[in-house]
């Protein structure tokens, strides 16, 4: 007895298009995705308990990995942050620091110098920036008195700090 052969399914296919068949282009390979760069960190304002650690102490605590200490700063950006210290803290004038905790220019600069946010020489050139400025102006005389003129205002504070750090970056400090 025969046995039927089992007709396996054929596959049905479409009739050729009358056009020929173009090949279709290999993928092109993605592209990376690039993030942008970040903006630059300006270091943050030192605070108030940092006024209270001494230098040899906070090194200490630096080297057994329970504190980061800044790293020290331009004269540009140590500018912009004696301006944001001033906006945080508050202006005064006659005094480094007041009672309350508001700062002079110069007190600000003190801090900034204490916590490790600049070093002396950092300091030095931000402060000839701000003596050229005032020179600019026609104003000679040192910047802490100048601060401490009676009817000095913080508007004119801050166009000095800004003006300087402007031209510390313009000369790439």
């Known amino acids: 007895m025969r046995t039927a052969p089992t007709l396996s399914p054929r596959p049905r296919t479409a009739t050729p298009p009358a056009a020929p068949v173009r090949p279709t282009p290999a993928p092109t390979p993605a592209r990376p ?30 080297d057994l990995g329970c504190w980061n200490n800044p790293a020290p700063q331009l004269p540009s950006t140590h500018l912009d942050q004696t ?15 007041t009672p309350t905790g508001r ?33 600019n102006a026609g104003i000679r005389m040192e910047f802490f008195t100048w601060n401490d003129l009676p009817d000095q205002q913080f ?18 400090e």
């Open 33 to 62: 995705v690039v993030a942008p760069a970040p903006e630059p960190v300006q270091p943050g304002i030192p605070t108030w308990s940092h006024r209270f650690l001494p230098r040899t102490l906070r090194t200490l605590l630096a």
């Open 83 to 97: 301006l944001a210290v001033l906006q945080h803290y508050g202006w005064c004038r006659s005094q480094d620091v």
């Open 103 to 135: 700062m002079c220019i110069r007190g600000a600069q003190n801090l900034l110098e204490k916590t490790g946010h600049v070093t002396s020489a950092g300091r030095e050139r931000a402060v000839a920036y701000m003596h050229q400025i005032l020179a």
């Open 155 to 172: 508007p004119a504070v801050q166009t000095l700090l800004e003006d300087a750090a402007h031209l510390a970056r313009k000369n790439g």
